[in-house]
């Protein structure tokens, strides 16, 4: 029998943690070791791999401002045989279009992993973009193990600024799965725990009233709220008691137009900016994130505590509002440069593309276009450097599709034979935001005012064919794949061979990263 089950409501600990933790960057150490947490109670304490300048199962935050040069110097003390003990780090959302493809981080595609008792230094810059990021290793899948935070970039002159009084530490949500088991024993898992920055409660046998998070608003003003799904695996739908007028104003690092909403579904990998008015009657309010859509919130799992200043430090009585203006993908529109490019017809792109998607029950394999990407032993970039420049020639086979610079390219991906198999999938392009030219859900396009975005659902419907189109305007390998990690890593994934023929100009790794795959290759399988 549960904790929750065994005890009223009424009767649970008040148990409840801050959320605010120091931000670091954007020239910093970001060091990996493993290290014991316990997130959802201490009879579940498991090792982890956790950042030394943070120490809880979500690493630190990691800011700078729009414009800053960034320069992450990881450092890989892992030394537990448990987990993986080379890494690697990828910047979601940070589109690496200074020529820094060699810092992206997906392992295999861009670079080497990093050795156990190595470092390696990541540096990029971008110009242009700003809004919410997030971090976490790209290999296999250790990111479930707790490799993972935030990343935010600040815009002096955001055009939403008018809109809230507080955008800072204190107001970054992390939304994580949880798993009382090691990664590597997992094939597909469903999650023991939710966790809100970092914190959550287990709903079976021997769960207990661990801390919540608290996030701490003033009566009368604004809060930006920036939302990031974490998660290995499950999208979450998110509500707060008593505060149904939410506002988005920011969707994958896209300022949008304003979009009211009372509730939202948030992707692995996405990330939201929603506008909270504190204007509520002094007290404690449930925010709820439910997973895959489903929660009984029972003793507070799947939640966190929204308190305002002057409210007494105990937990929420509130109840669930009925949910009746959900966010529609449909209805995001950028702020700025709303429209597709290219000509506004479907199939008239310079590449058009339909991906193949199917699962091999026999060898528990996803498959693209016939191939299951599995990870070369030469990284793709090393490959396209050394002079293999076409999809016949680089390795894994049938995982590439090749564009030239300025293609207009349009990317069909209908699900009908993989959406009972873990959907809906969330699609991550590396190297681009894309215009989301048909939605899951819908059976019209919009090529006038798509939403744009990096991290796209799949939908579950057989009937869906979610279409997205971006240009060609970036040199380099950039992965394509589904994000719920298990699925990734049973070869869900194709690589764009972008403008390989330029990749060699354009593209200057460091001499640090070309020693990455020589002490790599080196280690004891044990250690890889």
Known sequence: MSFFSALPHTFLLLATSASVRAA???????????????????????DAIVFSEGGSAVGPLITGNKGDAFQINVVNNLDNSNMRQSTSIHWHGILQSGGTNWADGPAFVTQCPIAPQDSFLYSFQEADQAGTFWYHSHLSTQYCDGARGPFVIYDTADPHASLYDVDDESTV????????????????????????????????????????????VEQGKRYRLRFINVACDPYFTVSIDGHTNLTIIEADAVNTVEVAVDSFDIFAGQRYSVILTADQDVGNYWIRAAPLGVSTFQGGIDSAILRYVGAADEEPTTTQDTASNKLSEQSLTPLENAGAPGIHVRGSADVVHTLDMAFVGSSLSFTIDGATFTPPTVP?????????????????????????????VEINLPVPNVAAVGGPHPFHLHGHTFDVIRSAG?????????????????GTSSTDNVTIRFQADNPGPWFLHCHIDWHLELGFAIVFAESADQVASSVTPTDQWDSLCTTYDALDSSLQ
């Open 24 to 46: 670091i960057g954007p020239v910093t150490d970001l060091t990996l070791v493993a290290s014991n947490v316990a997130p959802d109670g201490d009879a579940f304490a498991r």
């Open 173 to 216: 949500i992390t939304l994580a799965d949880w798993y009382h088991a090691f990664a590597e024993t997992i094939v597909i898992g469903a999650s023991d725990t939710t966790l809100i920055n970092g914190l959550g409660r287990y709903a079976g046998d021997g769960g207990t009233a661990s801390n919540l998070t608290v996030i701490s």
């Open 380 to 408: 793709v970039l090393t490959q396209i450097l050394s002079g293999s420049v076409t999809a016949q020639e680089l390795l894994p086979a049938g995982s590439f599709i090749e564009i030239s610079q300025g293609d207009i």
């Open 442 to 458: 819908s059976t019209s396009d919009n090529y006038d005012n798509p939403p744009r975005r990096d991290v796209v659902s799949t």
